[in-house]
């Protein structure tokens, strides 16, 4: 019976803490991050700022903008379809 080749997997990506922010990592890949927002005001919308894979965004809570963060990157992984 031939032997299976082990393939070797990437790293499953994690969320780091970090000075007022947060980190989304994949080894030593950075894949996005989320900032406090210094300068959120009263009548300002979104606390939280997140980039990731070319994006950028604002939310209220911590886990919205960790959720917007996965979201872009797995987003970023797939090929859309443009002329099917």
Known sequence: ??????????????WEKAYRGHAYWQGKAKLGRITLAAEHGAGEHGRYRWEAAGKLGQADTLHKAKAAVELAVALSDKQLPLFD
Do not use: D, E, G, I
């Not at 019976?1 to 994690?14: A, D, E, F, H, S």
């Open 1 to 14: 019976m031939p032997k299976k080749r082990k393939t070797k997997r990437q790293p499953k990506p994690y």
